[in-house]
């Protein structure tokens, strides 16, 4: 591209918006922004992505949909999408937006026409559990167990309200239907047969994450150990700048990555009762949502590897 490519915004004034728009200004693009007394005006919507060369929907669901369907209208010039919902991470006519899921991945997304971005405690649990299916040390019938903590600012403006002006509890369950909206995503992606259990929970901390999955190493194939999971953990991610795989820690602070866009890999393992823990630590709203759109633009927009 001779000139700098433009992006719309579409729902910019919500969490992730608000952030993916300050974050932008680290790229060389142009924001196209359209007046907020007319930001739900198909209309002026319409005009805006028929502008752009990528748009970043920031919707809910339902009005993700919407959004895309508005974009075909237009023909040959539609722009390419990134869509923050939930509405099309496991629709296989999309590319899913996690640059290391497996090899060529960061390829498929480079030339996508159309990219989910994906979901923050998915992020966490697939990138831990996706690389131990492929290599054929987790059967992907294992009874899988999640469990996650977030801070408030996951769960949107409401949830950011209750916590800073009115203060929320210290620590809470939620879910607890195990009908979570992000257990298909993980289903899927994580390349699973089996569903896994999910038991999600908020803390009264603003922004850090901590995704955890115990294992009982004699159920997994071979006589596998936890050095060995590290192992594979980290050829998978070798070279990759924002995963890594750590040494073990006695403790772990949620909060330690906010801020940031990378995110921690450990496994935790006791050799002589033969279990160990698998734990992803990363910001909710940092690889866990803008800082991901951020790696997704990069790439489909040739700006720099992702």
Known sequence: MTQKPVIF?????GTTGLEIRERLSALPVTLF???PARRKDPAARKDAMAAAD????????????????MAATLGDAAPRLLDASTAYRTDPAWVYGFPELAKGQDRAIASALRVSNPGCYPTGAIALLRPLV????LDAHYPVCINAVSGYTGGG???IEAHEHEGGPAFELYGLSLEHKHVPEIHQHAN????????????????GMIVSIPLHLDDLKGHITGSDLHAILHEHYAGQAHVRVMPHEPNLSAEALAGRDNMELRVHASPRNRQALLTARLDNLGKGASGAALQNISLMLGLKDG
């Open 192 to 207: 699973l047969a089996r569903r896994p259990v999910f038991v999600p929970s908020v803390g009264h901390f603003a922004r």
């Open 54 to 69: 990528l748009v970043v929907l920031c919707l809910p669901d339902d009005a993700s949909r919407e959004a895309v369907h």
């Open 157 to 159: 403006r409401s949830m």
């Open 33 to 35: 922004s359209i007046d």
């Open 134 to 137: 492929d290599a054929g040390v």
């Open 9 to 13: 915004i579409d729902g910019e004034a």
